[in-house]
Nanobody, 126 residues
Framework: VQLQASGGGLVQAGGSLRLSCAASGRTFSTQGMGWFRQAPGKEREFVAAISRSAFSSNYEDSVKGRFTISTDNVENTVYLQMNSLKPEDTGVYYC????????????????????WGQGTLVTVSS
């Protein structure tokens, strides 16, 4: 599975961005997909995840109510709509894909993902 993330950029606080992650290859075995981010000098952290069916999704507490994850299974693309952005949302955003059967119980853990995109930089200015 290959993942191509896009949509990052520079935005002022309070603004919005929509990230996209296009998947290709052997996507039929995908259980779920997620977004993680890494701020300068910090460890990679979970942001949001969604099941392949889009039946379930979950979010890191600080983004709840501001970010929305969605998926288009026809286009094999997952999106992250980010509204009311804050400077602390700044970082490199990575999309990831999992084919693991236990993904649903560990969707907020980077270890549950098999494939990663190259990352897209989001910078929120104050």
């Amino acid at each position: 599975v290959q993942l191509q993330a896009s949509g990052g950029g520079l935005v002022q606080a309070g603004g919005s961005l929509r990230l996209s992650c296009a998947a290709s290859g052997r996507t039929f075995s995908t259980q779920g997909m997620g977004w993680f981010r890494q701020a300068p000098g910090k460890e990679r952290e979970f942001v949001a995840a969604i099941s392949r069916s889009a039946f379930s999704s979950n979010y890191e507490d600080s983004v709840k109510g501001r970010f929305t994850i969605s998926t288009d299974n026809v286009e094999n693309t997952v999106y992250l709509q980010m509204n009311s952005l804050k400077p602390e949302d700044t970082g490199v955003y990575y999309c990831a894909s999992s084919g693991r059967t236990y993904w649903g119980t560990r969707s907020n853990s980077a270890q549950a993902y098999d494939y990663w995109g190259q990352g897209t930089l989001v910078t929120v200015s104050s």
